[in-house]
């Protein structure tokens, strides 16, 4: 049977399955099966070298995983870091879009620079930072050196603070890339509407919270969404600048993930810390999506 | 357009035909030196093999150390290893080995041991033998220091030879404004050699394996414990270090690298690390004053001065050989352990002690290396490191990490003692006897 023996639907249906085909193919080898493959190795113990050797033990990962301090610990940083890309990250990209929305060359100059970082690769921006931030020879211990000022501790050797240095140094690197989405939507906005409110006696404060806030809430939540599941995902960063240390003082979710699978060689339990984090994204997503849309509901 | 393609397809018979001829096989090796001295040291060797045995082609990958180990596994799991891997000793040789991975190469190695220097723990596992010794030995117990410092201050490099007086020259180089150790514990293993070396100095070697080898050998008997007064007193000294700003500022955050280049700046007096550091030492500051002294005794504690934590490295035979690359492999390993070019360009290139008796004779050896292997061979005891005594798992967290824990104030060295005791009681009740072990190599 030919293309021209078939009808119309069937021959529409079967050009767009030929072009999902390849990708879908892709998606399940590199993405799906692998998943899947994660899910059930955390139901196993596993040293990673011979698949003979992979041995099903049921919850046991799990029950030890919840009872596990080091977990709670990645959990809550990893969290911090998702709560400062929903919060810090996206109030900075925001007011920046404001600022820069305007086709002109300063804007185009301060976007520019802002979105740098973005191009850098996440092991770049950590040696980078490790230059500034080591205790021993770094620019901002010299610095503070010829100013007199002497730290009690070295700011990443701080468990009360070095967290929060990695969430300041992710931040610079990822807010460039929010600020552009939202200046994309900005632009997507009709000018008649804010001339309309103009011309109705809204002032700018108004303007900004009775238009483009509502008017930006789309691009909005797919900022926040994309930044979030970034977030819970953090690794190299982690990984270069401080390793998770010191101490466990700054384990993430996936930093910790490595550790007990590769380093310590037990994959099964290193899957269960992946399939964990993967359930929390997928919950966060979900709920996410719903409360985003509750305003929105019509009556 | 078809005699073309049959005159292209006889050619290409005829090629094929050529390297059958020839005999030419190619083996692969992996290795964790990835930067120079060392990755040029293995390249030399590679060459230095080919020009002996032409027939036989070495493809080489060199991998960073830190994702080696990870990057085997992946090979391995996927079935695709090389067919000689560069193996460390310890946890990582007992994980291949349970894994089924590399191959029981005792008899290739029984015919050839008598010119070995290298612990046989290092590539003897269940009573079997599982690697050959790559070419040089690691001397782990050594305090570099920076000569002008020490004269400038009048600080002579005999007083080192103790723990009082490496601490009264600590205090002395302090008081001037100098930092008195480089020291970067980011990954752990920094601060699990200081650890190591401070127990060999508390315990002597006898106590020192006795006490390490409970979480390597199910049912192995002792009654010492981790938490002993003079096991704690390693954890105890290691505090007090940090507590009197002896380590450098970073100690908790800088890495290896960033802590030498501090060293080789000129910013400390001295740096704690094996006999490796020699050939990085010169190749990054040729002119740098460098000094050594052995780890330094403790008074009232049997470990004696010039003790020495020895251990190396192997090349294994993996799973994924076939009769050809597994015979030019031998010839590889053969070549290695009968002949004195591999470690000869080791001691000259890497600056490292060699691994095998030969002889020195017409070689560039550094003058700290020459005194280095004229010391050792008259040391009065020596012990493999710690971590290739031990379960893996178990030392990285309990020694490794609680390094860096004791550096940021969360564990007092009471508590390090009394977790890692614990962590060991727990691993003797996994595998209580050598039936428990999950792999029939490791049950001889």
Same mark, same amino acid.
């Given at each position: 049977?030919?293309?021209?023996?078939?009808?119309?639907?069937?021959?529409?249906?079967?050009?767009?399955?030929?072009?999902?085909?390849?990708?879908?193919?892709?998606?399940?080898?590199?993405?799906?099966?692998?998943?899947?493959?994660? /899910?059930?190795?955390?139901?196993?113990?596993?040293? !990673?070298?011979?698949?003979?050797?992979? $041995?099903?033990? !049921?919850?046991?990962?799990?029950?030890?995983?919840? @009872?596990?301090?080091?977990?709670?610990?990645?959990?809550?940083?990893?969290?911090?870091?998702?709560?400062?890309?929903?919060?810090?990250?996206?109030?900075?990209?925001?007011?920046?879009?404001?600022?820069?929305?305007?086709?002109?060359?300063?804007?185009?100059?301060?976007?520019?620079?802002?979105?740098?970082?973005?191009?850098?690769?996440?092991?770049?921006?950590?040696?980078?930072?490790?230059?500034?931030?080591?205790?021993?020879?770094?620019?901002?211990?010299?610095?503070?050196?010829?100013?007199?000022?002497?730290?009690?501790?070295?700011?990443?050797?701080?468990?009360?603070?070095?967290?929060?240095?990695?969430?300041?140094?992710?931040?610079?690197?990822?807010?460039?890339?929010?600020?552009?989405?939202?200046?994309?939507?900005?632009?997507?906005?009709?000018?008649?509407? +804010?001339?309309?409110?103009?011309?109705?006696?809204?002032?700018?404060?108004?303007?900004?919270?009775?238009?483009?806030?509502?008017?930006?809430?789309?691009?909005? /939540?797919?900022?926040?969404?994309?930044?979030?599941?970034?977030?819970?995902?953090?690794?190299?960063?982690?990984?270069?600048?401080?390793?998770?240390?010191?101490?466990?003082?700054?384990?993430?979710?996936?930093?910790?993930?490595?550790?007990?699978?590769?380093?310590?060689?037990?994959?099964?339990?290193?899957?269960?810390?992946?399939?964990?984090?993967?359930?929390?994204?997928?919950?966060?997503?979900?709920?996410?999506?719903?409360?985003?849309?509750?305003?929105?509901?019509?009556? | 357009?078809?005699?073309?393609?049959?005159?292209?397809?006889?050619?290409?018979?005829?090629?094929?035909?050529?390297?059958?001829?020839?005999?030419?096989?190619?083996?692969?090796?992996?290795?964790?030196?990835?930067?120079?001295?060392?990755?040029?040291?293995?390249?030399?060797?590679?060459?230095?093999?080919?020009?002996?045995?032409?027939?036989?082609?070495?493809?080489?990958? &060199?991998?960073?150390?830190?994702?080696?180990?990870?990057?085997?596994?992946?090979?391995?799991?996927?079935?695709?290893?090389?067919?000689? *891997?560069?193996?460390?000793?310890?946890?990582?040789?007992?994980?291949?080995?349970?894994?089924?991975?590399?191959?029981?190469?005792?008899?290739?190695?029984? $015919?050839?041991?008598?010119?070995?220097?290298? %612990?046989? *723990?290092?590539?003897?596992?269940?009573?079997?033998?599982?690697?050959?010794?790559?070419?040089?030995?690691?001397?782990?117990?050594?305090?570099? &220091?920076?000569?002008?410092?020490?004269?400038? +201050?009048?600080?002579?490099?005999?007083?080192?030879?103790?723990?009082?007086?490496?601490?009264?020259?600590?205090? $002395? *180089?302090?008081?001037?404004?100098?930092?008195?150790?480089?020291?970067?514990?980011?990954?752990?293993?920094?601060?699990?050699?200081?650890?190591?070396?401070?127990?060999?100095?508390?315990?002597?070697?006898?106590?020192?394996?006795?006490?390490?080898?409970?979480?390597?050998?199910?049912?192995?008997?002792?009654?010492? @414990?981790?938490?002993?007064?003079?096991?704690?007193?390693?954890?105890?000294?290691?505090?007090?270090?940090?507590?009197?700003?002896?380590?450098?500022?970073?100690?908790?955050?800088?890495?290896?690298?960033?802590? +030498?280049?501090?060293?080789?700046?000129?910013?400390?007096?001295?740096?704690?690390?094996?006999?490796?550091?020699?050939?990085?030492?010169?190749?990054?500051? %040729?002119?740098? %004053?460098?000094?050594?002294?052995?780890?330094?005794?403790?008074?009232?504690?049997?470990?004696? +001065?010039?003790?020495?934590?020895?251990?190396?490295?192997?090349?294994?035979?993996?799973?994924?050989?076939?009769?050809?690359?597994?015979?030019?492999?031998?010839?590889?390993?053969?070549?290695?352990?009968?002949?004195?070019?591999?470690?000869?360009?080791?001691?000259?290139?890497?600056?490292?002690?060699?691994?095998?008796?030969?002889?020195?004779?017409?070689?560039?050896?550094?003058?700290?290396?020459?005194?280095?292997?004229?010391?050792?061979?008259?040391?009065?005891?020596?012990?493999?490191?710690?971590?290739?005594?031990?379960?893996?798992?178990?030392?990285?967290?309990?020694?490794?990490?609680?390094?860096?824990? /004791?550096?940021?104030?969360?564990?007092?060295?009471?508590?390090?003692?009394?977790?890692?005791?614990?962590?060991?009681?727990?691993?003797?009740?996994?595998?209580?006897?050598?039936?428990?072990?999950?792999?029939?190599?490791?049950?001889?």
């Amino acid at each position: 049977m030919s293309l021209q023996d078939m009808n119309q639907k069937t021959r529409t249906k079967l050009i767009a399955f030929s072009f999902i085909f390849p990708m879908f193919v892709f998606y399940t080898v590199f993405l799906i099966m692998p998943t899947i493959a994660s /899910i059930i190795l955390s139901f196993t113990e596993w040293r !990673g070298i011979s698949l003979f050797q992979i $041995k099903f033990i !049921g919850l046991n990962n799990y029950r030890e995983l919840f @009872k596990d301090p080091i977990f709670w610990i990645a959990l809550r940083n990893t969290f911090l870091f998702v709560l400062f890309a929903l919060t810090f990250q996206y109030a900075l990209a925001f007011i920046l879009a404001i600022l820069l929305q305007q086709d002109n060359r300063i804007s185009g100059f301060f976007r520019a620079v802002f979105f740098a970082p973005q191009v850098l690769s996440l092991i770049i921006v950590g040696l980078l930072f490790i230059f500034f931030l080591s205790p021993s020879m770094g620019l901002v211990t010299v610095f503070l050196e010829k100013i007199g000022v002497r730290l009690a501790k070295p700011l990443l050797a701080d468990k009360r603070v070095a967290i929060y240095i990695l969430i300041l140094v992710r931040t610079w690197r990822e807010f460039g890339f929010s600020m552009f989405l939202l200046i994309a939507g900005l632009q997507a906005i009709p000018k008649s509407i +804010y001339e309309a409110a103009e011309i109705d006696g809204a002032r700018s404060l108004q303007r900004l919270w009775f238009l483009t806030i509502p008017l930006l809430k789309e691009v909005s /939540i797919v900022v926040m969404i994309l930044a979030g599941t970034a977030a819970f995902r953090v690794f190299e960063l982690v990984y270069v600048i401080s390793a998770g240390g010191p101490f466990h003082a700054t384990e993430v979710a996936v930093t910790y993930t490595y550790q007990r699978a590769f380093v310590g060689s037990r994959m099964g339990y290193g899957s269960s810390i992946a399939t964990t984090l993967a359930a929390i994204m997928l919950i966060f997503t979900v709920l996410f999506l719903y409360l985003s849309k509750a305003g929105s509901r019509r009556y | 357009m078809r005699k073309s393609l049959v005159f292209m397809y006889v050619s290409g018979l005829f090629l094929l035909g050529l390297i059958g001829i020839s005999g030419a096989v190619t083996i692969s090796i992996w290795d964790e030196f990835a930067a120079p001295p060392m990755r040029t040291a293995q390249d030399a060797t590679y060459e230095a093999f080919q020009k002996a045995y032409p027939e036989i082609n070495i493809t080489q990958a &060199h991998f960073q150390n830190a994702p080696y180990e990870w990057i085997l596994k992946v090979a391995f799991a996927g079935g695709e290893p090389p067919n000689i *891997v560069e193996v460390n000793p310890g946890g990582d040789l007992f994980d291949k080995v349970r894994g089924e991975a590399i191959l029981d190469i005792t008899d290739f190695v029984l $015919k050839r041991l008598d010119r070995v220097l290298m %612990p046989e *723990v290092d590539f003897k596992l269940g009573g079997k033998y599982w690697g050959v010794p790559l070419g040089d030995l690691a001397y782990g117990n050594i305090i570099w &220091h920076n000569t002008d410092i020490l004269r400038k +201050y009048g600080i002579s490099a005999d007083s080192l030879q103790t723990w009082t007086g490496f601490m009264a020259a600590s205090e $002395k *180089v302090k008081n001037q404004g100098i930092t008195p150790i480089a020291y970067g514990n980011k990954e752990g293993w920094n601060g699990n050699h200081w650890y190591n070396h401070l127990l060999f100095a508390t315990l002597g070697k006898e106590k020192f394996q006795e006490l390490a080898l409970r979480a390597l050998i199910p049912g192995w008997e002792s009654k010492l @414990k981790f938490d002993d007064p003079a096991a704690l007193k390693a954890w105890e000294l290691y505090a007090e270090l940090w507590e009197k700003g002896y380590f450098s500022a970073g100690a908790a955050v800088d890495d290896y690298p960033a802590a +030498y280049t501090y060293f080789l700046n000129g910013r400390a007096a001295f740096f704690q690390t094996g006999g490796w550091f020699l050939g990085t030492a010169r190749y990054n500051a %040729p002119d740098f %004053p460098l000094g050594y002294t052995w780890f330094p005794s403790i008074e009232g504690y049997p470990g004696k +001065y010039g003790g020495v934590i020895t251990s190396g490295v192997t090349y294994a035979l993996t799973t994924n050989n076939t009769s050809e690359t597994k015979e030019a492999a031998l010839k590889f390993l053969d070549w290695v352990m009968t002949e004195d070019t591999a470690a000869r360009i080791r001691v000259e290139i890497g600056k490292v002690p060699p691994a095998y008796r030969i002889s020195l004779a017409g070689l560039e050896v550094d003058p700290l290396l020459k005194t280095q292997i004229e010391e050792a061979a008259r040391t009065p005891e020596s012990s493999p490191f710690m971590d290739h005594l031990m379960d893996f798992d178990l030392c990285y967290e309990y020694t490794w990490i609680a390094s860096q824990g /004791i550096l940021t104030g969360d564990l007092t060295p009471q508590e390090a003692a009394r977790e890692l005791e614990k962590a060991v009681q727990e691993w003797q009740r996994k595998y209580p006897n050598k039936e428990t072990l999950p792999s029939p190599s490791l049950r001889g």
